[in-house]
């Protein structure tokens, strides 16, 4: 049974919020709502996109709101999304070290799957978790998935928002928190996860210099 590494995807694997952000502002200007600033969308990105919306552009019809960002989103999600710097290289390590590799994310399965082959991770993982109708993070239950998915045994949950880690902790994991993604250095510290890194070398640090079993 391999240990598992479980990761979030936007933000902590892939720089994607640039593309998150203009597709969530592209659908709300088509329907008439101002667009939240960069604050704001710091403080949505992470939830469901019901709720994004609902909070974004309150007395609309959410439901119209998310099947919109659904069909335009897919179309622009690698526009400028890349790979944060050191993550193809971290990722084949681990999996050199008999580390399994899961990603737990919010998006759909699919679109998680599209993204990941648009910016070259997909051979690079061995399993992808996204909310399909599980509860959302920072819920477990998509971290659990991702873990059962590969048959392994949780060892870290890796996320730059404080739903990944409170997921994590909820899920039984050892909690590393990101700051190079959405939430800022002292956002993270309140949800007190047991690393809080600028960047993923420490982790390759910590996964890579004892061996696996």
Do not use: C
Not at 27 to 42: H, I, K, N, Y
Not at 71 to 83: I, K, M, N, V
């Amino acid at each position: 049974m391999k240990q598992t590494i479980v990761f979030d995807l936007d933000g902590t694997l892939v720089d994607s919020l640039a593309d998150i952000k203009a597709s969530f502002r592209h659908v709300l200007r088509q329907a008439g709502f101002p667009e939240p600033d960069d604050a704001a969308m710091s403080r949505l990105i992470g939830r469901p996109l019901a709720e994004m919306f609902r909070e974004a552009a309150p007395g609309a019809d959410e439901r119209e709101l998310v099947a919109a960002f659904r069909a335009y989103y897919p179309e622009h999600l690698a526009d400028h999304s890349r790979p944060y710097p050191g993550v193809p290289e971290l990722l084949a390590e681990l999996g050199r070290a008999g580390y399994a590799r899961a990603v737990a994310t919010t998006k759909k399965t699919p679109v998680a799957e599209k993204l990941l082959r648009a910016v070259g991770l997909a051979e690079l993982l061995d399993f992808v978790q996204g909310t399909d109708g599980l509860p959302p993070k920072p819920a477990p239950d998509v971290v659990l998935a991702a873990v059962a998915g590969v048959g392994g045994r949780g060892l870290w949950m890796v996320g730059d928002t404080v739903h990944d880690v409170g997921a994590g902790k909820a899920a039984g994991l050892a909690t590393y928190a990101v700051t190079w993604g959405n939430h800022d250095a002292a956002t993270l510290a309140q949800a007190r996860p047991d690393r809080l890194e600028p960047n993923l070398e420490p982790l390759a640090e910590l996964l890579l210099e004892r061996a696996v079993s």
